[in-house]
């Protein structure tokens, strides 16, 4: 075939017409919007998808139907490049372009301009593998998907019901079969296998940790959770909560890692069950993100989030490489945002270089890869580790001189293995950081008290054009308006151990403001100052200006 199936794509589309009311942005999530007006998107999506596959040959793309941590009206899709990592940014453009094309027509003329401009070779196979989480919108919408599979003659292959991680981990493995860089089996079993082989070997001979408590934000999170505990045995004892994916309206309501993290506070559903120093941690409505937290002696709540998580996992791993004697050959890295606390950018600083880039996970991710090991945590509790292709080579061949340089070597590869180094994974995560607390002999108290967050101050300001403010130094710094950042700095300077940066949203007519200070008085304080001085800079009528900002 080396024409575009005009006449099967036209029937298909014709069953999936565009709502005329509405645009599409294809962002870091994908598209991501209320379900019910995800169809003719998922149409599109279908057949972009099988496009990509022919653009590269006809390696495997990945189609996730999913959104995280989002209600459960909502819904959205993106889109897996070969390697699980996430679609290559000049076809986020693409894919809005497809999406937002007005009617049939409009939509094949689309097609075949995209077609000609990147000299797709429409004679090359497609293949593509999807899935979805627990939603109800989900089937409708991989029967819109499937459509657009069918209607340029994709070789489709359902995952099912599964988490994202997950399906980032059968593209990869899907792609690498039979190669000398094979991933692992391309099941969700061989996820499994792969995980828990690992775990079992880097915690063998320790002592077994106390049980774990798991809010499976009543997600898709709490299936592969109870399919990952078979596999771990008696190796890793965990309490599952939050499992109830059939129940109309259960998903990420009042529990779950964006719950935990931005309330700041227990679920609700876990009052009864945590007790005073257990580790408990959340999941998210796919299962890429994880938070940790625990009751001190008081049931006073911390949380551990992903600067925690980030701390604990590099200071570990560099300690691993200077025990296996390759710290002159392996450079450790970790890379965070503007967002990341400052108390956890000193701890790490101190240890490995630290750099900051533009909030988004593709940024953090792209940034890891210029380290041999790469680590990146975003505060949320999304991140991984990557062993750059050279480190995996250097970790094969590397002769040990001593028993302890050998044990320190196994334990390096054995977490290439339980490190889901395609994306950010819930549960690849939580075993790691539980094969840390062993390694180290921590609690939930031990691990918190490795530094101390600053307080801090998240907050939003509604403006009428988020447009005029423009940042710099990873989004660190203002450029635009002109002068605001010299009256930011004049604040920031009264505090002690003060920091602000303001950046604007890149979904909705906000600017955000983050403060840290010393004191948590003085953080709020901060952060409603800078954020008055944002209301005030954008024309804001005295008589509205929110009273926390006078």
Request: proline share 5%; glycine share 8%; with cysteine.
């Amino acid at each position: 075939m080396s024409t575009l199936p005009v006449e099967a794509i036209r029937e298909f589309s014709e069953r999936h017409p565009k709502p005329g009311h509405l645009t599409y942005q294809y962002g870091t999530a994908g598209f991501r919007t209320l379900g019910n007006d995800l169809d003719s998107v998922m149409f599109r999506v279908g057949v972009l998808a099988g496009l990509r596959s022919k653009r590269l040959d006809g390696r495997t793309i990945g189609v996730m139907v999913t959104a995280s941590h989002n209600p459960e009206p909502d819904n959205g899709v993106k889109l897996v490049d070969p390697r699980g990592e996430m679609l290559e940014a000049s076809w986020e453009g693409h894919a809005t372009v497809l999406a937002n094309a007005s009617n049939t027509s409009a939509f094949v003329e689309a097609l075949e301009t995209l077609v000609k401009q990147l000299k797709i070779d429409l004679s090359k196979p497609a293949r593509v593998v999807y899935a979805r989480d627990t939603r109800p919108s989900g089937p409708a919408l991989v029967g819109a998907l499937e459509d657009g599979l069918k209607a340029l003659g994709v070789e489709a292959r359902n995952a099912g019901v599964t988490t994202t991680p997950i399906l980032h981990y059968l593209v990869r493995a899907i792609n690498t079969k039979g190669t000398k860089d094979t991933y692992g089996d391309d099941s969700a079993e061989g996820y499994m296998q792969k995980l828990s082989s690992a775990f079992k070997k880097l915690i063998a001979g320790k002592p077994a940790s106390p049980p774990l408590l798991v809010d499976c934000a009543n997600g898709v999170g709490a299936e592969a959770a109870a399919t990952l505990s078979r596999y771990l045995g008696e190796s890793l004892s965990l309490i599952l909560h939050n499992t109830a994916t059939t129940t109309s309206g259960a998903l990420n309501h009042a529990c779950g890692a964006d719950f935990v993290k931005t309330q700041q506070k227990l679920p609700p559903s876990l009052a009864a069950h945590l007790k005073p120093g257990q580790r408990a941690c959340s999941l998210d409505g796919d299962a890429d993100r994880l938070i940790y937290f625990y009751l001190d002696e008081r049931s006073q709540f911390h949380m551990l989030d992903g600067d925690k998580i980030a701390a604990l996992v590099a200071a570990f791993i560099v300690d691993l490489v200077k025990a296996a004697g390759l710290e002159e050959e392996i450079r450790v890295g970790i890379v965070q945002t503007a967002y990341a606390n400052g108390g956890s950018t000193k701890y790490l600083a101190e240890r490995l270089p630290v750099r900051c880039v533009p909030t988004g996970v593709k940024h953090l991710h792209h940034a890891a890869e210029h380290y041999d090991v790469g680590v990146y945590f975003e505060a949320n509790g999304h991140g991984t580790v990557l062993f750059s292709p050279e480190t995996q080579a250097k970790l094969a061949e590397h002769q040990p001189s001593t028993p302890a340089q050998s044990t320190a070597l196994t334990h390096l590869v054995n977490l290439t293995n339980l490190i889901n180094q395609t994306v950010g994974d819930a549960l690849s995560d939580m075993l790691l950081v539980e094969v840390v607390l062993v390694h180290r002999s921590y609690g939930a108290f031990e691990w918190d008290s490795l530094y101390v967050d600053l307080p801090n101050r998240l907050v939003k300001v509604v403006v009428a054009d988020r447009n005029i403010f423009k940042t710099e130094d990873a989004e660190r710094r203002l450029v635009s308006p002109p002068g605001l950042q010299a009256r930011i700095d004049e604040l920031v300077r009264k505090y002690e151990a003060g920091r602000a940066f303001v950046r604007p949203s890149g979904t909705e007519d906000v600017v955000r403001v983050y403060a840290e200070a010393r004191v948590r008085a003085q953080a709020d304080e901060l952060a409603y100052r800078v954020a008055g001085l944002v209301y005030d800079e954008t024309g804001g009528d005295p008589a509205t200006r929110p009273a926390e900002f006078l």
